[in-house]
C-alpha cells in the first residue's frame, strides 16, 4: 500500500512499483484510508517514501552486486515485494528467493494468480516461520547454493521476531560464501524517538498489534551493529534518514524522515583459517 501510495506523489519515484496497488488489493485500500484519516500528510509522506527507500537500498545494491558476477538474491519475509516480477531483465541468470511465513505466502501467490501475473522461471519460493524453522533448511530444500554469494534483503521483518529468531537466521547467512551481504531494517526503541518518528512509530504499532502482530524486537544502532559484529559480519554501513536524504532526495528541502525504523548493510568476509 505504501509503494503505491508513492506513485501518487509527482515522480521521480524513489521506486516505481506498477504491481503494488494490485498486490495489495481491497486490504490495501482500506489500510490507506486509515492511514490518511489517522496521520498528517507530512508522517503519511515520511512513511511511504520510507518503505520505498528501503525496498529500493537492497534493489540497488544487488543491481551493483549482478553487474560484478553475483547470481543469487534472498528475499527474507518477502512479503509484497515484487522485484522478481518487475525485474524480469535481471531474472534471466539472477536466481530469486522468496523466503516467507507460509500463509504470507500462500496470500501472495493466490493474489499474483488473481493478477495474472506468472512467477519467472528463475524465482523460488522458500516458506519457512523464522520463530520454528531454520533459514538454512529451508534455502537447502529451495537449491540455493551455499558456495556462491548472495545478497539477502531482510526489510520490515526483524521487528516482528524474536531476538532468538534474528541471531538464528543471522547465523545462517554468516556462514554463506564471503562476499555474502545483507541489507536488514530495524526498528528503534519509543525512548529514541521524537517528532514525526514517534507519531508514526505509534500508529505503525497500534495497528501491528491489532493485526495480532506486535513488535518484539528492538535496537539502537550500536546494538545491531555489535550483534551483527557478534555474529561474524564486517563492513557495517548504517544507512538511516541522513543517507537517505543524501542518495535518494538530493535537494529536496521538503523531505524529511523520523528515523523509527533504520536501514543496515553487512558482509560476510573471507575466514580465517
Ligand atoms: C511488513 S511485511 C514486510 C514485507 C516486505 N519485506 C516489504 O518490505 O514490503 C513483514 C513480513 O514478515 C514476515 N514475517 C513475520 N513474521 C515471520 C515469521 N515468523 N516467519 C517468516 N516470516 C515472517 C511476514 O510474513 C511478512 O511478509
Known amino acids: 500500500m505504501a509503494r503505491a501510495l508513492h506513485r501518487e506523489e509527482p515522480p521521480p519515484w524513489v521506486l516505481d512499483d506498477p504491481l ?54 534472498v528475499i527474507l519475509g518477502a512479503g509484497l515485494d515484487s522485484f522478481a516480477y518487475r525485474r524480469t531483465d535481471l531474472l534471466t541468470e539472477l536466481r530469486v528467493f522468496e523466503v516467507d511465513h507460509p500463509a504470507s505466502q500462500a496470500w501472495k501467490r493466490q493474489r499474483l494468480k488473481e493478477m495474472g ?13 523464522f520463530e520454528h524453522q531454520t533459514l538454512r533448511r529451508g534455502l537447502a530444500t529451495a537449491g540455493f547454493d551455499f558456495a556462491a554469494p548472495a545478497v539477502f534483503s531482510w526489510i520490515g521483518v526483524t521487528m516482528y521476531l524474536t531476538v532468538e529468531a534474528i541471531r538464528a537466521t543471522l547465523a545462517t547467512i554468516a556462514t554463506c560464501a ?50 551483527l559484529t557478534e555474529m561474524g559480519f564486517a563492513e557495517i554501513m548504517h544507512f538511516g534518514p541522513d543517507e537517505a536524504i543524501r542518495t535518494y532526495f538530493a535537494g529536496r528541502s521538503d523531505v524529511r524522515f523520523g528515523g523509527a525504523q533504520r536501514l543496515i548493510v553487512a558482509t560476510v568476509l573471507t575466514r580465517e583459517t
Request: proline share 8%.
Open 178 to 227: 564471503p562476499g555474502t551481504r545483507i541489507v536488514l531494517t530495524y526498528n528503534q526503541p519509543l525512548s529514541a524517538l521524537h517528532g514525526i518518528g514517534l507519531e508514526l512509530d505509534k500508529a505503525i504499532r497500534a495497528f501491528a498489534t491489532e493485526a495480532g502482530e506486535p513488535f518484539l524486537s528492538l535496537f539502537v544502532p550500536k546494538e545491531i551493529e555489535a550483534l
Open 20 to 73: 503494488a496497488m494490485g498486490l495489495a488489493g481491497e486490504d490495501g485500500a482500506e489500510v490507506a484510508k486509515r492511514f490518511r484519516t489517522e496521520l498528517s500528510t507530512e508522517t503519511l509522506l515520511s512513511f511511504t517514501r520510507w518503505v520505498c527507500v528501503r525496498a529500493r537500498l537492497p534493489e540497488d545494491i544487488v543491481e551493483t552486486a549482478f553487474a560484478n558476477g553475483l547470481r543469487q538474491y
Open 117 to 129: 501475473v506468472r512467477p519467472p522461471p528463475n524465482l523460488t519460493y522458500a516458506p519457512i516461520d
